[in-house]
C-alpha cells in the first residue's frame, strides 16, 4: 500500500515536470496560441499531474 501510493505520487511528479519542461521550451507566441501565460506554467503542469 505505502509502495503504491509513494509510486503513484513519483509518477504525478514525473508528469508535472515533464510538462513544466516542455511548456518552457514554447516561446511566448505559442504559449498565447495555447491560450497559456508563462505564469501559468505551474499551474498548468500541476493540472495536468492530477
Given at each position: 500500500m505505502l509502495i503504491t501510493l509513494a509510486l503513484n505520487r513519483f509518477r504525478k511528479w514525473l508528469i508535472y515536470r515533464e510538462t513544466v519542461r516542455e511548456l518552457d521550451r514554447l516561446d511566448d507566441r505559442d504559449l498565447t496560441?495555447?491560450?497559456?501565460?508563462r505564469a501559468d506554467i505551474r499551474a498548468v503542469?500541476?493540472?495536468?499531474?492530477q
Amino acid at each position: 500500500m505505502l509502495i503504491t501510493l509513494a509510486l503513484n505520487r513519483f509518477r504525478k511528479w514525473l508528469i508535472y515536470r515533464e510538462t513544466v519542461r516542455e511548456l518552457d521550451r514554447l516561446d511566448d507566441r505559442d504559449l498565447t496560441d495555447l491560450g497559456i501565460g508563462r505564469a501559468d506554467i505551474r499551474a498548468v503542469a500541476r493540472q495536468a499531474a492530477q
